[in-house]
């Protein structure tokens, strides 16, 4: 037990300062650094409620989420690359779209923000668009309000407990919200892809 917490950072509340990000110039060939996390999600919005896990594998070229019920069965595998994005569900029938935010709003019930979400996951901002950012007195990301969402975070992994690169300290908790809906995210492992 001592050594699962020792692993673990918790998320002052207090706002120190606050950074507003204008989107940069090199918005268009802004890029993320690949990973494979695998965790758990909670989603709430006025017309359901879904909790599961969630393995996803990202690189500058694509993502791969698979959405898993409590139990282990897939629910939804989304995957984008530059051609667009798709969704097959537990019946294995596959949808397409544009954006995955329409996708997942038509055939989930609720929006998964992947653009933003791809830079929120690991503490950032995202630089394609205007981003107003709140840090704490270790200078970590407490709160991230960028295209309308507004991301929480709540605890951080400690540097030696994420990947070999020690120089990444990843989120492990933290939540977003717009609207009526909020996505709460945990992180039970960041891997290195």
């Known amino acids: 037990m001592l050594v699962g917490c020792a692993t673990l950072t918790t998320q002052t509340t207090q706002v120190v300062r606050t950074v507003v990000f204008e989107p940069s110039i090199e918005s268009d060939t802004a890029?993320?650094?690949?990973?494979?996390?695998?965790?758990?999600?909670?989603?709430?919005?006025?017309?359901?409620?879904?909790?599961?896990?969630?393995?996803?594998?990202?690189?500058?070229?694509?993502?791969?989420?698979?959405?898993?019920?409590?139990?282990?069965?897939?629910?939804?595998?989304?995957?984008?690359?530059?051609?667009?994005?798709?969704?097959?569900?537990?019946?294995?029938?596959?949808?397409?779209?544009?954006?995955?935010e329409d996708l997942t709003a038509e055939l989930l019930g609720w929006r998964l923000p992947l653009n933003g979400l791809r830079y929120w996951v690991q503490g950032k901002h995202s630089p394609l668009s205007r981003a107003s950012v709140d840090y704490d007195s270790e200078d970590r990301v407490i709160a991230i309000r960028q295209d309308g969402w507004e991301i929480m975070f709540t605890q951080y992994f400690s540097a030696d407990a994420v990947l070999s690169d020690r120089s990444a300290v990843r989120p492990r908790i933290f939540e977003l919200r717009i609207e009526d809906l909020t996505i709460r995210m945990v992180v039970d492992q960041w891997n290195k892809v």
Not at 42 to 65: I, L, Y
Not at 73 to 80: M, N, P, Y
């Open 31 to 100: 890029i993320t650094n690949d990973f494979e996390l695998l965790g758990r999600v909670s989603v709430r919005n006025a017309q359901q409620r879904f909790s599961g896990n969630v393995h996803w594998q990202h690189t500058k070229h694509e993502d791969t989420v698979l959405l898993l019920s409590p139990l282990g069965q897939a629910v939804a595998e989304i995957f984008r690359n530059h051609d667009g994005v798709s969704l097959t569900t537990s019946k294995q029938e596959t949808f397409y779209a544009g954006n995955v």
